[in-house]
Every structure is written in structure tokens, then in C-alpha cells.
């Protein structure tokens, strides 16, 4: 099993103050830290733009892991990019030419990540794995937190790690949705490596950050 990396979703955090949260979630040994952008249009909500995270970026030195829920992406890569995004993960339907969006964030010296949706094919991520540093496996459809993960989509994380073993490439997965103590057991061995979740992180055993991280991350 590979090593196992947490990506707290500040989602769930206190936008109120999230430069806290981030600190206190660097102290509590998270790996990186999600960020997800929602434009109301590709996903029914809206969040925070390059901005917000201009201004967090003082808080860690983690690496943000930016999930950019918007389209057409292609022309707001740079502006995340300059924001301090360290990984920049898009969505195959939220770009006309998928390769030519991941040589967008390469030419900037970030990882890329490809996202699927529940409903979207893993097809779409196999013909490029060697391009890319992550594949997102949506557990929930995208929009809101604190839904119920969808088991069916670690047949997605298996079919892909089977692959990425096979021709030993180096791209990660990690699964964004509903995960929480239990389903993080079984996404690990599905294949996955890195862990997003917010709700479980901080709102389980009164907010411990510390505590919910290492059960999340050993369990």
C-alpha cells in the first residue's frame, strides 16, 4: 500500500478564519491543504477565488492543493497559478482541450491533477496518466459538503492503480467526498494515496485536528 497522504478540505473550516484553521491544521500534521473553487455555474455553489488564496498562502508552507470546480478553466489557470496554488486539479468538461490545459499548468511549474466526477468515464484519465502528478476520484457529486460517499467510484481507483503499478508511473490518486473514518479503510485499499476530507477532520472527536488526521491516516 502506498504511503498515505491527508488533504484537509477547509470546506468544513471556519471561513471566518481561515488563516487559523490552515495553521492549525499544519500543527495537526496534515500533507497538504484542498482548496475548492466553485464558480456556481460548473457546480451549484460558489467559494473563493485566486485572491483568497493569494492571501492564505502566508499562513503554511503545505502545499495547496487547488480542485478548480470552474469552466472554462483554461483562462484562470495562470491566475491560480500566481496565487500559490502548488497543485492545480481540473475537470475534463470544464476545458475544450484537455492536454493543452495541462501543458497550461505545467509551463508554470505546478503539478496537475485530472478530476472525474461520478458520472465521468475513467477512460478520460487513463490515455493521459503520464502527463499528470494526480488523479481526483470524486466520491460525491461536486458542489457541497458533508454528502454521502459513493462506494461504486472505487472501482475507478482500482481500474487506475492497477494501470499506474503496471506501467510504474508516479501519479497519485486521491478521493474527495463523504470519507470519513470508516470508507477511508477501504478507499486506501482500493489503491488510493492521498485523502481529502473536511467534515470528518473537523467536526469528529469535538474538532481534535490531530487525532481525526492519524485515524484518517492509520485507521
Same mark, same amino acid.
Given at each position: 500500500?502506498?504511503?498515505?497522504?491527508?488533504?484537509?478540505?477547509?470546506?468544513?473550516?471556519?471561513? /471566518?478564519?481561515?488563516?487559523?484553521?490552515?495553521?492549525?491544521? +499544519?500543527? %495537526?500534521?496534515?500533507?497538504?491543504?484542498?482548496? =475548492?473553487?466553485? =464558480?456556481?455555474?460548473?457546480?451549484?455553489?460558489?467559494?473563493?477565488?485566486?485572491?483568497?488564496?493569494?492571501?492564505?498562502?502566508? *499562513?503554511?508552507?503545505?502545499?495547496?492543493?487547488?480542485?478548480?470546480?470552474? /469552466?472554462?478553466?483554461?483562462?484562470?489557470?495562470?491566475?491560480?497559478?500566481? %496565487?500559490?496554488?502548488?497543485? $492545480?486539479?481540473?475537470?475534463?468538461?470544464?476545458?475544450? =482541450?484537455?492536454?493543452?490545459?495541462?501543458?497550461?499548468?505545467?509551463? *508554470?511549474?505546478?503539478?496537475?491533477?485530472?478530476?472525474?466526477?461520478?458520472?465521468? /468515464?475513467?477512460?478520460?484519465?487513463?490515455?493521459?496518466?503520464?502527463?499528470?502528478?494526480?488523479? &481526483?476520484?470524486?466520491?460525491?457529486?461536486?458542489?457541497?459538503?458533508? @454528502?454521502?460517499?459513493?462506494?461504486?467510484?472505487?472501482?475507478?481507483?482500482?481500474?487506475?492503480?492497477?494501470?499506474? =503499478?503496471?506501467?510504474?508511473?508516479?501519479? @497519485? $490518486? +486521491?478521493?474527495?467526498?463523504?470519507?470519513?473514518?470508516?470508507?477511508?479503510? $477501504?478507499? !486506501?485499499?482500493?489503491?488510493?494515496?492521498? &485523502?481529502? /476530507?473536511?467534515?470528518?477532520?473537523? !467536526?469528529?472527536?469535538?474538532?481534535?485536528?490531530?487525532?481525526?488526521? @492519524?485515524?484518517?491516516?492509520?485507521?
Amino acid at each position: 500500500m502506498p504511503d498515505i497522504k491527508i488533504s484537509p478540505s477547509i470546506l468544513s473550516a471556519d471561513f /471566518s478564519n481561515l488563516g487559523r484553521e490552515i495553521e492549525n491544521l +499544519e500543527r %495537526a500534521k496534515a500533507d497538504l491543504i484542498h482548496i =475548492d473553487v466553485m =464558480d456556481g455555474h460548473f457546480v451549484p455553489n460558489i467559494t473563493i477565488g485566486p485572491e483568497v488564496i493569494n492571501k492564505l498562502r502566508k *499562513y503554511t508552507s503545505l502545499p495547496f492543493d487547488v480542485h478548480l470546480m470552474i /469552466s472554462p478553466v483554461h483562462d484562470f489557470i495562470k491566475n491560480f497559478a500566481d %496565487a500559490g496554488a502548488d497543485i $492545480i486539479t481540473i475537470h475534463p468538461e470544464a476545458t475544450n =482541450d484537455l492536454v493543452s490545459s495541462i501543458k497550461k499548468i505545467k509551463s *508554470y511549474n505546478k503539478k496537475v491533477g485530472v478530476s472525474l466526477n461520478p458520472e465521468t /468515464s475513467v477512460d478520460k484519465a487513463l490515455p493521459i496518466l503520464s502527463m499528470i502528478d494526480l488523479v &481526483l476520484i470524486m466520491s460525491v457529486n461536486p458542489g457541497f459538503g458533508g @454528502q454521502k460517499f459513493m462506494e461504486e467510484t472505487l472501482e475507478k481507483v482500482k481500474v487506475l492503480r492497477k494501470e499506474i =503499478d503496471t506501467k510504474k508511473f508516479k501519479t @497519485q $490518486i +486521491e478521493i474527495d467526498g463523504g470519507i470519513n473514518f470508516e470508507n477511508a479503510k $477501504i478507499a !486506501k485499499k482500493a489503491g488510493v494515496n492521498i &485523502l481529502v /476530507s473536511g467534515t470528518t477532520i473537523f !467536526k469528529e472527536n469535538g474538532g481534535n485536528l490531530k487525532k481525526n488526521i @492519524q485515524l484518517l491516516r492509520t485507521g
